[in-house]
C-alpha cells in the first residue's frame, strides 16, 4: 500500500495517466486546466512519453487521432470552451473507433464565460458533441482520489471497446488540494492488433479511417458501435446511491457539488426530514435503473446541478413519470451552500 501524498486535483489526474501508461499528451492552455499540461511537460518525458503543446485544441485532438491510431496510449485535456472545439476531432476518433482519454475541468459559460467551475457541459459531454451517431463513456469524481482512481480506469475501458472516454470534472475539483493514495497496480495494456504501427511486413495492412462513401457499410459499422454501448451500459455504469428504506427525498448531484448535498442531508436530517443521495459516477451510461428501483418512501426527487439544469432530463426519463423531480441550481460560477439546499427540501415538503 502506498503511503498518501497531498496534490492538487489536476496533477493527480496526471499521476494517474501516467501510471496507466499514457505515453503522449497533445494540448493547449486554458483556465482551470493548466496544471495537467504544465504537470505534462515535466513529467511525462521522464517515464518515456511525449508532450506536445500545440497551436491551437483542434491541433492538440489531431494528434491525439494521430498517437491512438498507432496504439499508443494518449490524453488530452482542455476546459469548456476548449472542449467545444475538439469536438470535430472527438466524432472522429469515435468515427474510426480510436481509444484515448480526455480530461474535461469545467468551467462557467456559455462562450468564454468565466473561470469559476461549473456544470453546463453535462449535454456537450454525454450526448456526443460532434456530428454523427455516438456516445463516449464519461466519468465524474468527486474527490482526487477518485479522479484518480478513474482516470486509470479509463485508459482501461477505452482500450476494451476502443472509444475515447472523457473524465468530467469542474474547477473545484481540478484546483483543490487532497491526500489521495496513487494507483499502485500495472495497468491492463493489451496487443492492439488493429493499430498502424508500422508492423504491416508481420501482418495485414492496417486502415484506420473514420470514412465510409457505401452506405450500408456505415450503417453497419454505427450499428456494431451502438451494440458495444449496450455492452458498455450493462458492464460499465456506475453509481454511488445511498438512498435508504425510509427516506422521504432522494437528492441527486454529481461531482464536487454532491459533497456539498451530503452537508446539505445532515441539516435535513437535524430537521428531522429523511433524506439521501444517489451520485452518478458515469454521467454516460446513465443510472437510469436506480431511479426505477427507489423505496417506496421516496416521494420527492431534487436534483442539484451547477448549471440551469441539465442532468434533471435524465433523471425525469429515469423516473418515468412515477414521482416529481424538482431542480435546484446555481449558475455563473456561483456555488451553491448546503442551507440553500436544505431550504428548498423543507419548501417542497411543506407545499
Not at 480530461?103 to 468565466?114: E, F, M, N, Q, Y
Not at 477518485?146 to 482516470?151: F, G, N, T
Not at 449558475?331 to 448546503?338: D, N, R
Amino acid at each position: 500500500m502506498m503511503d498518501k501524498v497531498l496534490m492538487k486535483g489536476n496533477e493527480a489526474i496526471c499521476d494517474a495517466a501516467i501510471r496507466a501508461g499514457c505515453k503522449a499528451f497533445f494540448g493547449y492552455p486554458i483556465t482551470p486546466q493548466n496544471e495537467v499540461p504544465e504537470y505534462m511537460t515535466k513529467k511525462l518525458p521522464e517515464a518515456g512519453g511525449v508532450f506536445v503543446q500545440a497551436e491551437s485544441e483542434t491541433s492538440a485532438i489531431n494528434m491525439v487521432y494521430g498517437a491512438a491510431a498507432a496504439g499508443i496510449r494518449v490524453m488530452t485535456s482542455s476546459s469548456s470552451p476548449g472542449i467545444a472545439l475538439k469536438q470535430e476531432g472527438i466524432s472522429y476518433l469515435v468515427g474510426a473507433d480510436l481509444p484515448c482519454v480526455i480530461v474535461s475541468i469545467s468551467r462557467a459559460g456559455p462562450g468564454l464565460g468565466g473561470i469559476l467551475p461549473g456544470q453546463g457541459d453535462y449535454f456537450q459531454s454525454t450526448r456526443g458533441g460532434g456530428n454523427g451517431d455516438y456516445y463516449l463513456p464519461v466519468y465524474a469524481p468527486f474527490n482526487i482520489q477518485e479522479a484518480m482512481d478513474l482516470v486509470f480506469k479509463a485508459f482501461d475501458v477505452a482500450d476494451e471497446y476502443r472509444t475515447p472516454v472523457m473524465i468530467l470534472a469542474d474547477g473545484m475539483l481540478g484546483q483543490m488540494m487532497e491526500p489521495c493514495t496513487p494507483v499502485d497496480k500495472k495497468p491492463n495494456i493489451s496487443k492492439k492488433d488493429w493499430a498502424a504501427d508500422g508492423n504491416a511486413n508481420n501482418r495485414d495492412r492496417n486502415v484506420v479511417t473514420s470514412l465510409s462513401l457505401k452506405g450500408e457499410i456505415l450503417e453497419e459499422m454505427n450499428i456494431r458501435r451502438f451494440k458495444t454501448y449496450e455492452e458498455i451500459k450493462e458492464k460499465e455504469t456506475m453509481v454511488d446511491n445511498r438512498v435508504q428504506d425510509g427516506d422521504e427525498v432522494a437528492l441527486v448531484a454529481y461531482g464536487t457539488p454532491a459533497r456539498i448535498v451530503l452537508n446539505a442531508i445532515e441539516i435535513l436530517k437535524e430537521q428531522g426530514i429523511k433524506a439521501g443521495l444517489i451520485r452518478p459516477i458515469t454521467l454516460w451510461p446513465f443510472p437510469y435503473a436506480d431511479f426505477q428501483n427507489l423505496p417506496s418512501s421516496v416521494k420527492n426527487i431534487v436534483v442539484c446541478e451547477l448549471s440551469m439544469g441539465q442532468m434533471v432530463e435524465d433523471v425525469r426519463l429515469g423516473v418515468n413519470g412515477k414521482l416529481p423531480v424538482h431542480f435546484y441550481g446555481r449558475t455563473g460560477g456561483m456555488i451553491f451552500e448546503p442551507e440553500e439546499i436544505a431550504e428548498k427540501v423543507m419548501n417542497i415538503i411543506k407545499n
